[in-house]
Structure formats: C-alpha cells, structure tokens
T-cell receptor
Framework: KQEVTQIPAALSVPEGENLVLNCSFTDSAIYNLQWFRQDPGKGLTSLLLIQSSQREQTSGRLNASLDKSSGRSTLYIAASQPGDSATYLCAVVDNYGQNFVFGPGTRLSVLP | NAGVMQNPRHLVRRRGQEARLRCSPMKGHSHVYWYRQLPEEGLKFMVYLQKENIIDESGMPKERFSAEFPKEGPSILRIQQVVRGDSAAYFC??????????????FGPGTRLTVT
C-alpha cells in the first residue's frame, strides 16, 4: 500500500529565502507525482506535474525534482514571498490505480 | 473553459439528514474522483467514476455513502443519515485521459459539510 510522507510538517522562513520541501513515497512504481498548493479553507491549485519518466519540472520560481528509485521528490521555492504562505501537498498516482495518494502536507509561512 | 465546479460550497445538515454534493467536471473530462479532507488530516481518496460506471470505490465507507456519475448531469456524492464525523471538506477532481498518458487531475473548490 502506497504511503506518502512530507517533511517538515511546518516551516516558517523570512521573506527572500530559498527553501526546499520534501516528499517521500514507499512504492517507487508510480505513474506521476504532482505538487499542489492549498490556501486555508480553499481548494487545491496544481503547481507542477512530473511524469515518471521525467526528473524535474520548473515553473517560475518553483522547481520540482523526482527520484523514483529512492522514492523522493523535492519542491524548491526560490526567493520566497509572503504570498507563498500556504500548505503544500505532494501526491502520487501509482501504477496500480488511478487515484492520488496524498501526503499530509507542509504548512509554509513566509514572514515579511 | 470553466474549471471543475462543485456545489454547494458550504452545506449544513443536522444529524440524520441526507447530504448531496454535486460535481461538474471540466468540459471534455469523463473521469471524476472524490476525495475527503477531515479537519487537521490529509486528503483521502474515496471513489473514482467514469460516466455511468464506478471504477474504484475502495476509499468509500461501506455504509451510508454512495456516488454516481450519470450519462447526463453532474456527479453526485450522497451521504445518508449524516453523523458529526462526516463533517469535512469534500473535493472533486476530473481528468481527461489523452492516449493513456495524461492523468493530471484538476480539482474543484470543494464542498464544506458541517453536521450539527
């Protein structure tokens, strides 16, 4: 059974810092991995989707990497801003099903 | 192109009543997924449907919960005889398989169910 964990659970940084969020999954037979952002009381916004054959994806100040063999993904946020404050969720679709298995999230606070 | 739509956005029910949550997928999407987010917990998969078919309901509670995705109209998640523990945010997502290579799911804004 696939399990997804995220470290740290919460993170508080001053504005302008570069930061890394970590995601681990137990079964490397994944189809893809997706990073989402969730603001309090809101829905999910897709940030980056990495197919299993890819190693990384970039969008603006965000860069996500994927190492299937070690069961890890990282989300790198450059030059953080207060508007980046949110919960960041990592989710995988494995080869046995078509639904997401979500991690518990990392709650990020960027202080002005 | 409108995104995934869910209604109502907020729903209050008394214990024992029925709750009906609706999800309209993105235009052209024929796959719908329902997830539940309990307070202070992560998102958990409930059910995956295609038009007129339930493909995977391994995450659905065995009693009181049902889902459908008819040929016409939105997908419905139905909770009978609600209890306080059903209070949660329910999210719907849709996807369009493109040659079997694209499983990106697009999420709706969610329905927040409160059971009093």
């Amino acid at each position: 059974k696939q399990e997804v964990t995220q470290i740290p659970a919460a993170l508080s940084v001053p504005e302008g810092e570069n930061l890394v969020l970590n995601c681990s999954f137990t079964d490397s037979a994944i189809y893809n991995l997706q990073w989402f952002r969730q603001d309090p009381g809101k829905g999910l916004t897709s940030l980056l989707l990495i197919q299993s054959s890819q190693r990384e994806q970039t969008s603006g100040r965000l860069n996500a990497s994927l190492d299937k063999s070690s069961g890890r993904s990282t989300l790198y946020i450059a030059a953080s801003q207060p508007g980046d404050s949110a919960t960041y969720l990592c989710a995988v679709v494995d080869n046995y099903g078509q639904n997401f298995v979500f991690g518990p999230g990392t709650r990020l606070s960027v202080l002005p | 192109n409108a995104g995934v739509m869910q209604n109502p956005r907020h729903l209050v029910r008394r214990r024992g009543q029925e709750a009906r949550l609706r999800c309209s997928p993105m235009k052209g999407h024929s796959h719908v997924y329902w997830y539940r987010q309990l307070p202070e917990e992560g998102l958990k998969f409930m059910v995956y449907l295609q038009k007129e078919n339930i493909i995977d309901e391994s995450g659905m509670p065995k009693e009181r919960f049902s889902a459908e995705f008819p040929k016409e109209g939105p997908s419905i998640l139905r909770i009978q005889q609600v209890v306080r523990g059903d209070s949660a945010a329910y999210f719907c997502a849709s996807s369009h398989l493109v040659g079997g290579a694209d499983y990106e799911q697009y999420f709706g804004p969610g329905t927040r169910l409160t059971v009093t």
